[in-house]
């Protein structure tokens, strides 16, 4: 049985990969791409998601659709630092690869959720285009079994000592995200720093296929990398991982807090005693990994690429 998704996105070197996971996995069903500003504006995040699927092949069957182009409130910080200037710098992927649906990422959402009897979304970048949709749309989220969405952290931020950058990209998004009554799991820096691609990983990756090519090409211009091990965090694969491999993760229900203002704006912030909402919980955040069985996961999924 199939996992039917939709995978909201801000292409990105490690949400390239995500998307190389989700649209070669016969056990995942990629219903709609709907890209957000956030590595990159908006429109290098949409081309990048574009270049992705019409490097597979499915320029006709799974639709991009071009999202918000910053968050609700707080200005657009990008990470080109990170990503490159382009977002997804090391491969051509030439300039024929289509274009996005006329549907704002909005209205793409709403029709595809409500075309399902449930369906998983999956954010991989700031919240801005869910926020936009549970605002505009409140019916969709009854069709919603689950959200997979990377970002934040309990344990301490990449953007500033609290605060990770999905989450920090537009808090006011992840409030009404976390506060919107569905179910979610939080695939967050918890287990994104754990979860290190290793440099044999890559190395074993490189001349596999053209699939592996094109990947290392762009993990190698990632400069999201640890000092002490070399290793690269790919963040929002973790998502599809988790979605493939829930049995690899170890998971804690809590209910989530988002910080909208102030020195620790974005820092997410887990009542873990039960201390504050009377015990309940609104999320189920991931708090460990098993970092060789995803490793492992990584370079045997690219083996069976093109």
């Known amino acids: 049985m199939t996992t039917k998704i939709i995978m909201d996105t801000d292409p990105g070197i490690d949400d390239a990969a995500a998307l190389t996971m989700a649209i070669n996995n016969p056990e995942i069903d990629l219903k709609l791409i709907t890209a957000v500003a956030g590595n990159v ?93 549970f605002k505009e749309f409140p019916e969709v989220k009854s069709h919603i079994k689950q959200i997979v969405a990377m970002g934040g952290s ?40 754990k979860a290190l691609l290793t440099q044999d990983s890559l190395n074993a990756i490189k001349d596999m296929n053209e699939t592996g090519k094109m990947l290392y090409g762009l993990i190698s ?20 991982f988790y979605l493939l491999h829930p049995e690899a993760f170890t998971t804690k229900d809590v209910w989530i807090d988002i910080q909208t203002d102030g020195p620790a704006i974005g820092a997410m912030v887990g009542d873990i005693r039960g201390a504050y909402h009377d015990g309940k919980t609104n999320a189920k955040v991931c708090v460990d990994i098993d970092a060789a069985a995803f490793n492992k996961w990584f370079v045997e999924e690219v083996s069976k690429m093109r």
Request: hydrophobic share 40%; proline share 5%.
């Open 154 to 193: 309990l344990t301490g931020g990449n953007m500033t000592s609290v605060a990770e950058f999905n989450v920090f990209t537009d808090p006011h998004a992840a409030e009404i995200m976390y506060k919107s009554g569905v179910p979610i799991v939080t695939v967050g820096l918890d287990v994104t720093l």
């Open 41 to 133: 504006s908006v429109d290098k995040t949409t081309a990048n998601a574009l270049k992705i699927v019409n490097f597979f092949g499915k320029r006709d069957e799974i639709p991009v659709a071009e999202g918000a182009k910053e968050p609700l409130i707080k200005p657009f910080e990008d990470a080109a630092r990170i990503h490159g200037a382009s977002g997804m710098e090391g491969y051509d992927f030439g300039n024929d690869y289509g274009t996005p649906i006329e549907k704002s990422a909005v209205q793409a959402l709403r029709d595809a959720i409500m075309a399902e009897d449930e369906i998983t979304l999956v954010p991989t970048g700031s919240y801005t285009n869910i926020a936009l949709l």
């Open 221 to 240: 211009h990632y400069n999201d990398v640890s000092a002490e091990t070399g290793g690269h965090p790919m963040h929002d694969v973790n998502t599809i």
